[in-house]
Nanobody, 118 residues
Framework: QVQLVESGGGLVQPGGSLRLSCTASTSIFNIATMGWFRQAPGKQRELVATRASGGNTYYAESVKGRFTISRDGALNTLYLQMNSLKPEDTAVYYC????????????WGQGTQVTISS
């Protein structure tokens, strides 16, 4: 079982910044893809950003230019740097990991609340 623990959420004013962290219980070198999803009240969970093991990244159009996904392999940690935050970014943010061994599987963190409000 791969455990993912998110942290870094909180309340911030529009235009502010937050950095989310996701620490895995296994080396992230064993994880094919890691990413961030978010779910706002009354809305479907949506993909925010992903980073594959080879370094390729993907960003939702709504966050391009504002969010950056990165990792620290030594700390088994994935980050999401969020700048120029908007009220529309308010959601619970979830870390996600896809592994290939011993068999393909997908894991989720418990989520961390991000609230953008003045």
């Amino acid at each position: 079982q791969v455990q993912l623990v998110e942290s870094g959420g909180g309340l911030v004013q529009p235009g502010g910044s937050l950095r989310l962290s996701c620490t895995a219980s296994t080396s992230i070198f064993n994880i094919a893809t890691m990413g961030w999803f978010r779910q706002a009240p009354g809305k479907q969970r949506e993909l925010v950003a992903t980073r594959a093991s080879g370094g390729n990244t993907y960003y939702a159009e709504s966050v391009k230019g504002r969010f950056t996904i990165s990792r620290d392999g030594a700390l088994n940690t994935l980050y999401l740097q969020m700048n120029s935050l908007k009220p529309e970014d308010t959601a619970v943010y979830y870390c996600n990991a896809i592994v290939r061994l011993p068999a393909p599987n997908q894991y989720w963190g418990q989520g961390t609340q991000v609230t953008i409000s003045s």
